[in-house]
């Protein structure tokens, strides 16, 4: 195993008003887990490297790059969810970062003052700032946030007296009303990007920022379609990884590294190898969102000797799997094509939302999956819910199912790893 | 010979098959180092393999077993082996309880586990078992000879166990409150079952099995038959022991 280290830039990190003694402790913990989890892997693509060193870097180089974009004046805005219309902060020349929201140890920062059965996301994330422990959420002009979940809807009311919170209504269902009103909060945020940046937005750099993140989009979907070889050419873990890292790298360079890993998955696909062998068996995961450094079901179900071959999640194909239509200059027609992709997101805040099942079972043919893992943040009440729709279409088409609820705590690995077995033995017949 | 260790919280279990026929079962608490303990077990026989099940497994599978499967797999195939009709299967240990179902070919198509919590096993009939100041095996019967149950009203064993005194204080018969606490448990199960697929019989396993209050409670309350194997904590050894014999 390679000497590997989350690298540490203590005066930097004074200079945005860390809690640097703490943050240290977390940044060697980062690493630990890293290497333990990700780099122990026999047979890794050599592309990942450049992802390695995006992890190595991520509380130093990309945090640089960050600030010096602030000193250009380019805004730079810390987001949540796959509803921020990324499209126009790049037009604007800015910078989306998703921000950090899987990890047990801001939790405690959070309870302090949110109460305690609350999504462990929203309490990571709140948590990072609250204590301080998060460069990214000390770096950005303002964050994004928006009416989605109720854990979300009301944390922000108290997120924006530690940080300028600003909110999207996002509407709860789908009728022609609902998608005027997304439009309008478009525009808005359009202008809201403006004041911030001091200039306007053309059509001529919204299209190119349309183009962008299809570009970045497209990578994604390509990494997605070689996961359905078998064997499947990357672990399951990269794969979420790199998908956690598309919301914080730079996207044109982030889809060319991307790429560069397709290729190298190409060739492995055409020789028929795999990061494990033909035989083992191949799961889907569906459910909430995985942010930042949560790998728990990862690591559980590979621990086992399964691979993930498709994360159906916010951090996986909700993000990347519809694409913006390109081609037009006129604002109006551009800002309504934008909107149509994002009313497509068929996150569980919606009702009905029945697109998802319907989804759900695309995305287990199309892998070649041999089982589907619902995983559910625990307290995160529309996934828990509509998870009841999940398992009874997976009852109907035959598909092994199982359903997992949990949240950031250690407490639970046992258990779910004898429940994680299980199915595994109950896939394998 | 074919050997099935199930190495759980409490107690280790393992039962020794030569061909089709079940040469024994022996039982001794987990203590502090299970798979040690398991080793001792072992101690004169020369199995062909050794199947680890239970929490310890991947432990005993590091020293000495030949390869592991879940318990809810060693129990479905020791269910099936002392009653091959088996569909339902429930299995109360130590410091888990869990509800497996399985198609007619005896593959499993659902199961369920308690929360991480000792409401609902074994664990929490010991510990109410011991405030009132029985042992395990005279707690069942003394519950069986009351018809009238307490008032018990959390199913968190620590605040349970704070009624328990307080009930006791207040003169209460002690077979009252050991009914209501059977009783505890008992709609625990029902409420894992009933997540399930309906079947008109059940398979109960574990060591809770043994205690007839339990069984009777839940026969009464779930309304189908339960059949409760001769050996119920060996359930999961037995079946470890025949997925050694297929392999
Ligand atoms: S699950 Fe819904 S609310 Fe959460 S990130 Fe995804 S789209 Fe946003
Ligand atoms: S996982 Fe669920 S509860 Fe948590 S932020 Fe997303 S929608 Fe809200």
Same mark, same amino acid.
């Given at each position: 195993?390679?000497?590997f280290e ?8 004074h200079?945005?008003?860390m809690d ?5 402790k977390?940044?060697?913990m980062?690493?630990g ?5 990700f780099?122990?892997?026999?047979n ?9 060193e995006m ?8 945090v640089?790059e960050?600030?010096q974009a ?5 805004p730079v805005v810390?987001?949540?969810?796959v509803y921020?219309?990324?499209?126009i ?7 989306c970062v998703?921000?950090c ?9 959070a ?8 999504c462990?996301?929203?309490k990571?994330a ?8 998060c ?5 950005v ?5 928006e ?8 944390t922000w009311?108290?997120l924006?007296?530690l940080?300028?919170t600003?909110?999207m209504e996002?509407?709860?269902?789908k009728k ?5 009103l ?6 808005d ?7 911030v +940046?001091g200039k ?7 299209a190119?920022?349309?183009?962008i ?11 997605t379609?070689l996961r359905?070889a ?19 790298d730079?996207?044109?360079r982030?889809?060319a ?5 397709c290729?190298?998955?190409d060739?492995?696909a055409?020789k028929?190898e ?5 035989s083992?068996l191949?799961v889907m ?8 450094p ?6 559980l179900?590979e621990?086992?000797g ?8 916010c ?8 694409l913006?239509?390109?081609g +037009?200059?006129d ?17 569980s805040c ?6 998802r099942v319907t989804q ?9 999956a ?5 995983? +559910? ?15 009874e279409?997976?009852q ?11 949240d950031?705590?250690?407490?639970d690995v046992?258990q779910l ?5 299980a199915?595994?033995e109950?896939?394998?017949? | 010979m ?7 919280s409490?107690?280790?279990k393992?039962a020794?098959?030569?061909?089709d ?7 001794v ?5 299970p798979?040690?303990?398991?080793e001792?077990?072992l ?6 393999r050794?199947i680890?099940t239970?929490?310890g497994?991947?432990l ?11 318990e809810?797999?060693a129990?479905?195939?020791?269910a099936?082996?002392f009653?091959?009709q088996a569909?339902t299967?429930?299995?109360?240990g130590?410091q888990?309880s ?8 005896g593959k ?15 664990r ?10 029985y042992?395990?095996a005279?707690f069942g ?8 149950e307490a ?9 349970a166990?704070s ?11 002690a077979?009252?409150?050991a009914?209501a606490?059977?009783l505890?448990v008992?709609?625990r199960l029902?409420?894992?079952?009933r997540?399930?697929e309906e079947?008109?019989t059940?398979v ?6 043994r ?8 026969q ?10 001769s ?6 050894a ?10």
């Amino acid at each position: 195993m390679q000497d590997f280290e989350v690298k540490a830039y203590p005066e930097m990190w004074h200079e945005l008003n860390m809690d640097v003694e703490r943050f240290d402790k977390a940044r060697q913990m980062l690493g630990g887990a890293y290497t333990k989890i990700f780099l122990s892997q026999a047979n890794r693509p050599q592309k990942m490297a450049y992802f390695d060193e995006m992890i190595s870097e991520i509380f130093g180089g990309r945090v640089k790059e960050l600030m010096q974009a602030k000193k250009e004046g380019r805004p730079v805005v810390g987001t949540f969810c796959v509803y921020i219309p990324e499209e126009i902060v790049v037009a604007a020349n800015g910078i989306c970062v998703g921000l950090c929201g899987g990890s047990p140890g801001s939790i405690p920062d959070a309870e302090k003052i949110l109460p305690r059965n609350i999504c462990p996301m929203v309490k990571s994330a709140f948590g990072f700032k609250a204590g301080r422990i998060c460069p990214y959420f000390q770096v950005v002009d303002f964050v994004y946030g928006e009416t989605t979940c109720d854990a979300k809807k009301k944390t922000w009311e108290i997120l924006d007296r530690l940080v300028p919170t600003y909110v999207m209504e996002i509407p709860q269902m789908k009728k022609e009303r609902d998608r005027t009103l997304w439009l309008e909060e478009v525009k808005d945020f359009k202008a809201k990007i403006e004041a911030v +940046s001091g200039k306007t937005i053309s059509s001529e750099q919204l299209a190119e920022a349309i183009k962008i993140l299809n570009g970045k989009r497209q990578a994604l979907q390509r990494l997605t379609k070689l996961r359905a070889a078998n064997p499947a050419p990357i672990s399951g873990k990269d794969a979420l990884l790199i998908e956690q890292i598309a919301f914080y790298d730079e996207p044109v360079r982030f889809a060319a590294k991307v790429n560069e890993l397709c290729d190298e998955l190409d060739a492995r696909a055409a020789k028929g190898e795999g990061i494990l062998p033909k035989s083992a068996l191949r799961v889907m995961v569906s459910g909430t969102p995985m942010a930042l450094p949560n790998w728990k079901i990862h690591n559980l179900v590979e621990s086992a000797g399964a691979v993930i071959v498709n994360e159906e999640s916010c951090i996986g194909t909700r993000y990347f799997k519809d694409l913006i239509t390109e081609g +037009s200059l006129d604002m109006e027609k551009q800002l309504a094509a934008l909107t149509d992709r994002y009313m497509r997101i068929d996150c569980s805040c919606f009702t009905p939302n029945d697109e998802r099942v319907t989804q759900v079972l695309k995305e287990y043919k199309d892998s070649a999956a041999q089982g589907i893992i619902h995983y +559910s943040l625990q307290f995160c009440h529309t996934y828990n819910i509509e998870e009841i729709k999940i398992r009874e279409a997976c009852q109907r088409e035959g598909i092994p199912y199982l359903s997992i609820e949990s949240d950031y705590s250690p407490d639970d690995v046992g258990q779910l790893q004898t429940r994680i077995e299980a199915f595994l033995e109950q896939v394998e017949g | 010979m074919d050997i099935g260790i199930d190495l759980g919280s409490r107690a280790l279990k393992m039962a020794v098959f030569d061909g089709d026929e079940l040469l024994e079962c022996r039982m001794v608490e987990s203590g502090f180092t299970p798979h040690q303990q398991a080793e001792e077990l072992l101690k004169g026989l020369k199995p062909h393999r050794v199947i680890a099940t239970g929490y310890g497994r991947h432990l005993a599978h590091k020293n000495f077993a030949s390869g592991v499967i879940t318990e809810i797999k060693a129990h479905s195939l020791g269910a099936r082996y002392f009653f091959p009709q088996a569909m339902t299967i429930l299995d109360v240990g130590g410091q888990d309880s869990k509800v497996i179902t399985l198609n007619r070919e005896g593959k499993v198509v659902n199961f369920q586990m308690n929360d991480k919590c000792a409401a609902g096993t074994g664990r929490f009939l010991e510990i109410m078992a011991a405030s009132l100041g029985y042992t395990l095996a005279e707690f069942g019967p003394m519950a069986l000879s009351s018809d009238h149950e307490a008032p018990i009203n959390s199913m968190c064993t620590v605040f349970a166990e704070s009624e328990v005194i307080s009930l006791k204080n207040h003169g209460v018969p002690a077979a009252d409150i050991a009914r209501a606490l059977h009783l505890a448990v008992v709609s625990r199960l029902v409420g894992m079952v009933r997540r399930m697929e309906e079947s008109a019989t059940l398979v109960f396993t574990g060591g809770v099995a043994r205690n007839p209050a339990i069984v009777s409670l839940l026969q009464e309350r779930l309304g189908v038959e339960v059949f409760v194997p001769s050996l119920p904590e060996h359930a999961g050894a037995v079946g470890a022991a025949l997925h050694a014999r297929t392999l």
